[in-house]
């Protein structure tokens, strides 16, 4: 399974954008990158994927590098209930594996 | 939509008893998955089914834990004996077929939290 780098905790105040990175260089060309949070005591929760194009959803958006090696969760205003682990996951198409990693702890302060 | 529903959310046993853990996933989803979450870890996967039959076991403990999923929908996690280090969150998810092709987004229980002293 391809291998993520994340930081192990960032934080952020409330109401401003946050900028998850996730590094990836061994990523394959079939390779989706996904990304689940976790909030305490909680499952984890889907937030997004993509393959090469940047990505919008209601909840955030991905920013993929052009050669793919790394990609950025955006959360455009960050509020208290976005305090989460978020994991950055690569999973090829079709296999529906998820190789979570220890993923990167978001505290946000009022 | 109701979610992945999961019991009980707690339990505490002594080591070398043993437990079994209950999930119900979202109605038609045709995958369910076990996760196994130690303190500070991402979840692990411990087993994928597809309707009733095991995709992927790789790493599930053989000699102590067994998992099933008799009919296609619930399924049953059980550890005998438990060791101390079964100590973990264990996670049901579930994921839905679409046009007849299954989907890589999964959709994650609440957990059921076992303490094993």
């Known amino acids: 399974d391809a291998k993520t780098t994340q930081p192990n905790s960032m934080e952020s105040n409330e109401e401003e954008p946050v900028h998850l990175p996730c590094n990836h260089s061994?990523?394959?060309?079939?390779?989706?990158i996904h990304w689940y949070r976790q909030l305490p005591s909680q499952g984890p929760e889907y937030v997004i994927h993509?393959?090469?194009s940047n990505v919008n959803n209601r909840m955030a958006s991905l920013a993929i590098a052009e050669d793919r090696k790394s990609s950025t969760l955006i959360l455009h205003r960050a509020t208290l209930r976005d305090a989460a682990v978020y994991y950055c996951?690569?999973?090829?198409?079709?296999?529906?594996?998820?190789?979570f990693g220890t993923g990167t702890r978001l505290l946000v302060s009022p | 939509e109701a979610g992945v529903a999961q019991s009980p959310r707690y339990k505490i046993i002594e080591k070398r008893q043993s437990v079994a853990f209950w999930c119900n996933p979202i109605?038609?989803?045709?995958?369910l998955y076990w996760y196994q979450q130690i303190l500070g870890q991402g979840p692990k996967l411990l087993i994928q089914?597809?309707?009733?039959?095991?995709?992927?076991d790789s790493q599930l403990p053989k000699d102590r834990f067994s998992a099933e999923r008799l009919k296609g929908v619930d399924s049953t996690l059980k550890i005998q004996p438990a060791k101390l280090e079964d100590s973990a969150v264990y996670l049901c998810?579930?994921?839905?077929?679409?046009?007849?092709?299954?989907?890589?987004?999964?959709?994650f229980g609440p957990g059921t939290r076992l303490t094993v002293l």
């Open positions: 998810a579930s994921s839905p077929q679409v046009g007849g092709r299954r989907t890589d987004t999964q959709y």
């Open positions: 061994t990523i394959s060309g079939t390779d989706y």
């Open positions: 993509g393959l090469t």
């Open positions: 996951i690569l999973s090829a198409t079709g296999f529906q594996k998820l190789v």
């Open positions: 109605s038609g989803h045709a995958t």
């Open positions: 089914f597809q309707n009733n039959g095991v995709v992927d």
